[in-house]
């Protein structure tokens, strides 16, 4: 899906894009914590996950990540 707007966006709610059921059962909104999460170990926050990413183990990588996500609201 679209990463515009993600940060603080409803898990699995991207219209169109087709979520793993590992991604669609999960709850919540993508906060900066569970975001650092999945970005850091994306089979290990919702196993089952389509995603082929093997993760971002650098918490300060990913804090980086997340901030400047947090500006791409449109």
């Known amino acids: 899906p679209y990463l515009h707007g993600v940060v ?42 389509a995603m082929a990413y093997n993760g971002m183990s650098d918490i300060e990588d990913r804090a980086n990540l997340i901030a400047y996500l947090a500006t791409q609201t449109e």
Do not use: C, H, M
């Open 8 to 49: 603080g966006r409803d898990k699995a709610s991207v219209d169109g894009f087709n979520y793993s059921d590992a991604l669609a059962s999960l709850e919540g909104d993508w906060t900066p914590e569970n975001l650092s999460g999945f970005i850091e170990n994306p089979r290990g926050y919702a196993p089952g996950t």
